[in-house]
């Protein structure tokens, strides 16, 4: 195989066969291909996109290039749910333990930051001690005994995109859907599920902003998963704004194991919910949403999903006070409170910009090899709609000096937008749902 050839070819608008894929990852996954010749290509299907037999080609062959979990004989409903990436979007810390708590077992892979989004594996080692990288073994273990696990692509588990993951982030090849799917379909498939819910972002902040993108990503995962014998459904939530208030690793562990303790914000639990009843549904432990939704809330207001989240915390080698205690979590060195500038009707929160800001802050990375701080990043209590007061407190910046306090702030002054009335309505909370049937508009 000569890559360049290859690289030519993609970039002129030509297609690659299966067999080509399945050398590429294999070789990019043994190390014989270096990195900046796979940034090349990535950049190549980024501008090209994929045809449709390249897309399943090279799913199967990221799928291939690790082992996969396997729980034949073993009866226990298994499903799991993947965001395509937000901001302040801490649900799998909640959802995991919840629908696990739910008698549903939950073999959770996830990844890091991915551009201005956060990642679920940078806020799960935000908690001492905490192992996402347990061996295949382990996570099976661990999955059959609680009934979830919470880890990231190992050199065992799809490491084609434990790689191409962390080239993407920083080589601005993050927004394709065939390369989003193939991601996300390769980790999903190597669960051992019996079914997949996906939270597919759509408005401002999410990779594919716009509605018909993030319908046409939610059509092309669900046909790779079925196609597959993975029953898939997608609910397209909002990304117009960061959903519940904190963002950073750190502040949304925190906000996830309040959300756990039923004291969670009222978007972030709504979402969960909804992502939650879909995975109660396709276990089939419940037969309706309105009974799949009592069953998650007597979850929480139990204390059985809080409980569950320690038990996984402290199996995978954290510590389990963090969940009675969350104040056992690194702090920031500096927090400051930040007023609204003027009084009016707050028009956005963008998410973008807090995003990047919180790269700024040292809480993402900018080249493969950066080590994160996980204290850093905002807790923002407006939401767009709300009306303010000039000098009322809307905001605080956790920083790891002064100067990133002033650098929050100018962040903060520009994603939140206070004007006289609201010119734009947010985006309904959960607005579809796809299924391979078709697409059901739910407000
Ligand atoms: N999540 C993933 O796992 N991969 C992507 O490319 C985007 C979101």
Known sequence: MIIGLLIERKRDGGALSPEEWS?????????????????????AVFMRGLERQELAALTDAMLASGDRLSFDGWATPRIDKHSTGGVGDKVSLVLAPLVAACGVAVPMMSGRGLGHTGGTLDKLEAIPGFRTNLSL??????????????IGQTTEIVPADRKLYAL??????????PLIAASIMSKKLAEGLTGLVLDVKRGSGAFLPELDRGLELAKTMIALGEDRGCPTVALLTAMDRPLGRACGNVLETEEAILTLRGEGPADLLEVTYALGIEMLLAAGVERNTKKARKKLETAIDSGLAAEKFEQIIEAQGGNPQTVE????????QAVEVYSAPRTGVVQRVEPRTIGRAIIALGGGRRTVDDVIDPTVGFVITVKPADKVLEGEPIASVFAKDADGIQAGFAALDQAIVIGDKLAEKPLPLVSHRVTRAGVEALR
């Open 23 to 43: 050398a590429v990852i294999a070789e990019y996954t043994a190390n014989q291909v270096p990195d900046y010749q796979m940034s090349a290509l990535l950049m």
């Open 137 to 150: 073994a382990e996570a099976k273990a661990q999955v059959q005994k609680m009934g979830c696990a919470l």
């Open 168 to 177: 993407r982030d920083v080589t601005a090849t993050i927004e394709s859907i």
């Open 325 to 332: 205690d969350p104040s056992v979590l690194p702090q920031a």
